[in-house]
């Protein structure tokens, strides 16, 4: 029997999930979506994503603890960051090394779906303005 692929997505923007959505149907993805950080340690305890979606502007904290959080659970979950401002969140939040990829919003759906070929493959995906904020 086929294991089921899963995205687990932490997001409440309906824009950007549809999107998600629409490529995760494409790549036959499972969809599990969350509102916030706070639900997330108890689901991934009982759901393990391939995929994990993350938008670091709704995380209040380091983005990098939570990341660490994750991979306690399982080192093979894979994990995409968004936010609408890269500098922001890595100044504040997070080193975008702890991520395997990750796309400014407002989402590309071509951009996510370079993300997920990305991490098919095994590669990383940053986008060349993440390297140039002050």
């Known amino acids: 029997m086929k294991k089921t692929k899963k995205i687990m997505v932490i997001d409440k923007e309906a824009h950007t999930l549809s999107k998600i959505y629409f490529i995760a149907d494409v790549r036959k993805y499972q969809v599990i979506t969350l509102g916030d950080f706070d639900q997330a340690g108890a689901v991934l305890a009982k759901e393990v994503p391939d995929i994990l979606v993350i938008n670091c502007d709704l995380y209040k904290g380091d983005v990098s603890s939570f990341i660490t959080m994750v991979k306690r659970i399982s080192s093979h979950i894979r994990i995409i960051g968004c936010s609408w401002c890269i ?3 890595f100044k504040r939040k997070s080193s975008p090394f702890t ?4 796309i400014k919003l407002p989402m590309d759906v071509r951009k996510f779906s ?5 991490i098919e493959y095994d590669y990383a ?5 993440m390297f140039n904020y002050p």
């Open 87 to 89: 500098s922001a969140v």
């Open 99 to 102: 991520l395997d990829a990750f």
């Open 114 to 118: 370079l993300a997920m070929e990305a």
């Open 125 to 129: 995906m940053f986008p060349l303005e």
